[in-house]
């Protein structure tokens, strides 16, 4: 850990307290309560997009992974992560281990009512997305391209995209509002490009 120049110290002291206070039993317990809420979002979300890796029995373990390979050419996931901001969640992991899927780890923690709300999140993107393939919304100009939707561009004086801002920003009656501070950035660039911005 000392060798890693952005490695943080305190992850082996958090994870080997996490499984002290739980001990054997409580390890299990929250174990089988992942694996369930996994497989409850697997189940929900199957009829509308491909889950990968399910057992011979068609469940998932702790984790799902939701493939959007069939939708790369006209929509892409890291745009679907970003539009999930809309809809008040933190993107899940993006493109790992598989390219054009997101990994979804709803772990023990997450209440029934916060899975529900993320289920209906991405059906709701689901219907984007078939409006997208089926040439309803435009390729390049829709919900999903245009993701996160900034405060600043839901207030500004000007509106000239092609849908309503309810549906920018506000796209369910329940959405739990994060507002992003900053738009579209290049991926890429900021993967490879490490920048620290430190308040004055």
Same mark, same amino acid.
């Given at each position: 850990?000392?060798?890693?120049?952005?490695?943080?110290?305190?992850?082996?002291?958090?994870?080997?307290?996490?499984?002290?206070?739980?001990?054997?039993?409580?390890?299990?317990?929250?174990?089988?309560?992942?694996?369930?809420?996994?497989?409850?979002?697997?189940?929900?979300?199957?009829?509308?997009?491909?889950?990968?890796?399910?057992?011979?029995?068609?469940?998932?373990?702790?984790?799902?992974?939701?493939?959007?390979?069939?939708?790369?050419?006209?929509?892409?996931?890291?745009?679907?992560?970003?539009?999930?901001?809309?809809?008040?969640?933190?993107?899940?992991?993006? +493109? =790992? &281990?598989?390219?054009?899927?997101?990994?979804?780890? /709803? *772990?023990? $923690?997450?209440?029934?009512?916060?899975?529900?709300?993320?289920?209906?999140?991405?059906?709701?993107?689901?219907?984007?997305?078939?409006?997208?393939?089926?040439?309803?919304?435009?390729?390049?100009?829709?919900?999903?391209?245009?993701?996160?939707?900034?405060?600043?561009?839901?207030?500004?004086?000007?509106?000239?995209?092609?849908?309503?801002?309810?549906?920018? +920003? =506000? &796209?369910?009656?329940?959405?739990?509002?994060?507002? /992003? *501070?900053? $738009?579209?950035?290049?991926?890429?660039?900021?993967?490879?490009?490490?920048?620290?911005?430190?308040?004055?």
């Amino acid at each position: 850990m000392a060798a890693a120049p952005y490695g943080s110290a305190y992850l082996l002291p958090i994870t080997y307290g996490y499984l002290l206070m739980l001990g054997g039993e409580g390890l299990t317990e929250v174990t089988k309560h992942a694996i369930l809420n996994a497989n409850y979002l697997r189940a929900r979300l199957q009829k509308y997009y491909k889950i990968l890796y399910t057992n011979k029995n068609g469940m998932c373990g702790h984790e799902m992974i939701v493939d959007f390979n069939e939708f790369s050419l006209k929509v892409g996931v890291g745009d679907i992560a970003k539009r999930l901001m809309d809809y008040g969640f933190h993107a899940p992991t993006v +493109a =790992f &281990p598989v390219h054009n899927t997101l990994m979804v780890e /709803p *772990t023990e $923690s997450e209440p029934l009512s916060e899975m529900d709300r993320f289920c209906d999140a991405m059906i709701a993107i689901r219907q984007e997305i078939d409006d997208i393939m089926t040439g309803k919304s435009d390729e390049h100009n829709n919900p999903i391209a245009n993701a996160p939707h900034t405060m600043q561009v839901v207030c500004a004086d000007e509106w000239n995209l092609p849908y309503s801002r309810q549906k920018a +920003a =506000f &796209p369910q009656p329940h959405c739990e509002k994060y507002w /992003p *501070t900053i $738009s579209k950035i290049d991926d890429a660039y900021g993967d490879r490009n490490l920048q620290a911005v430190w308040a004055e």
